[in-house]
T-cell receptor
Framework: AQSVSQHNHHVILSEAASLELGCNYSYGGTVNLFWYVQYPGQHLQLLLK??????LVKGIKGFEAEFIKSKFSFNLRKPSVQWSDTAEYFC????????????FGQGTTLQVKP | GAGVSQSPSNKVTEKGKDVELRCDPISGHTALYWYRQSLGQGLEFLIY????????KSGLPSDRFSAERTGGSVSTLTIQRTQQEDSAVYLC????????????????FGPGTRLTVT
């Protein structure tokens, strides 16, 4: 069965620390991968996406993610986090069917201490 | 332009009652999705509409759940005889649709409806 898993459920960092959130997927064929963010009280927003081409993708607010096919991974990174990055982060995968429906990971809550 | 809107934002209902949740997708988006987000869990796919095609209902958890999309735009998710385990945030998303272009898979989410079954 297709699945997306996120290793870290709750991460606490101080401002300026570097961030890496893990995401692994387990399905073959066409792979479309996404990271969404949900700030407190707001709806889900797309951070970045990977469809094909350069495996290092850059998104909004200084986030980037690297698609490593051999590891079935799509980890999210940011060199220096800010207090405003406090949010819940979801990795999602799709594309193995032609419906566009997404399979989401369980989410990672990031708390950045000022 | 306007994003995806959902109503109501909050709904409290008694066990056994039926509820209807509404979603207005972004104008021009042919694909519409419903997801459910339960406390402490990720998002669970429920149902997908693409244009006039038959919907993909593979994620609906039971036959108490149904959804329709009228005129290719507004969608209503109906839960009959609600149970406490139905309590969750129900999210709607829309995208340009499966037109073959990669960008069509980018989904835009609404604010959700928080359903509480007492």
């Amino acid at each position: 069965a297709q699945s997306v898993s996120q290793h870290n459920h709750h991460v606490i960092l101080s401002e300026a620390a570097s961030l890496e959130l893990g995401c692994n997927y387990s399905y073959g064929g066409t792979v479309n991968l996404f990271w969404y963010v949900q700030y407190p009280g707001q709806h889900l927003q797309l951070l970045l996406k990977y469809f094909s081409g350069d495996p290092l993708v850059k998104g909004i607010k200084g986030f980037e993610a690297e698609f490593i096919k051999s590891k079935f991974s799509f980890n999210l990174r940011k060199p220096s986090v800010q207090w405003s990055d406090t949010a819940e982060y979801f990795c999602a995968g799709g594309g193995s069917s032609n419906t566009g429906k997404l399979i989401f990971g369980q989410g990672t809550t990031l708390q950045v201490k000022p | 332009g306007a994003g995806v809107s959902q109503s109501p934002s909050n709904k409290v209902t008694e066990k056994g009652k039926d509820v209807e949740l509404r979603c207005d997708p972004i104008s021009g988006h042919t694909a519409l999705y419903w997801y459910r987000q339960s406390l402490g869990q990720g998002l669970e796919f429920l149902i997908y509409f693409q244009g006039n095609s038959a919907p993909d209902k593979s994620g609906l958890p039971s036959d108490r759940f149904s959804a329709e999309r009228t005129g290719g735009s507004v969608s209503t998710l109906t839960i009959q005889r609600t149970q406490q385990e139905d309590s969750a945030v129900y999210l709607c998303a829309s995208s340009l649709g499966a037109s073959g272009a990669q960008i069509s898979y980018e989904q835009y989410f609404g604010p959700g409806t928080r359903l509480t079954v007492t």
